[in-house]
């Protein structure tokens, strides 16, 4: 393993590179999609509520590689050009914002109804007690499944090698074809992604235990 990364580490640190860059885009473009269809699932609009369950329901029983293969072959053949990195990293965003919208509609959905119901009383609208009120609450609740998504998020993104997005897993693959000492070569991989998954295992651990048992 160490003469691997000795001789392929700047391959390796460059799909690194690329893990870490489509798993942030990824993380924050998910977070921002599911939450918005985790308030259509709980809108007063019926319409909005059956957008927000088929959108859920229909990706999060698709597989990721499905959707990931959709974006890198269908997408650029009938819309618009598009490399193996963007397809990789919308698929992941669009799959995990699935999982995210559910978290998230179940953190606000366990808040107490009568939070809204006060905070409808005094004079506030909906929108001002989603976000004064509710939202904060729902957040603590929250961060420890969305710490499990945002890791799996990370995990999931190995879905770029079979798309050629260029990330560790891609680049691991051509140095095990290229050296022949596979196994040696994705426990370097597997060590490279215990770099970026640990860091946030504590990160969450620390939070939850400092901010949302607070």
Not at 43 to 62: A, D, F, T
Not at 92 to 113: D, K, M, N, P, Q
């Amino acid at each position: 393993m160490f003469t691997i990364l000795a001789e392929h580490g700047s391959a390796l640190l460059s799909g690194l590179g690329y893990t870490l860059a489509a798993s942030l885009m990824a993380l924050l473009g998910s977070l921002v999609i599911g939450t918005a269809f985790a308030l259509f699932e709980i809108s007063h609009r019926k319409w909005l509520r059956i957008i927000g369950r088929i959108y859920v329901e229909v990706v999060r029983n698709i597989p990721l590689l499905v959707i990931a293969l959709g974006f890198y072959v269908i997408v650029p053949r009938y819309v618009m050009p598009m490399d193996g990195f963007t397809a990789g990293t919308i698929g992941l965003t669009i799959y995990t914002s699935a999982f995210i919208a559910e978290t998230v509609r179940a953190g606000i959905e366990s808040v107490a109804v009568g939070q809204m119901e006060g905070a409808r009383s005094v004079g506030l609208t909906y929108t001002q007690a989603m976000v004064q009120i509710i939202f904060p609450q729902a957040i603590k609740i929250v961060v420890p499944p969305l710490g499990n998504q945002f890791i799996n998020l990370v995990k999931n993104s190995s879905v770029l090698a079979f798309v050629a997005g260029f990330d560790l897993m891609y680049e691991g693959k051509i140095v095990a074809n290229a050296t022949f000492s596979t196994f040696d070569t994705y426990l370097a991989v597997g060590l490279l992604y215990l770099v970026l998954t640990m860091p946030l295992s504590y990160l969450m651990r620390y939070l939850e235990k400092h901010w949302v048992s607070a």
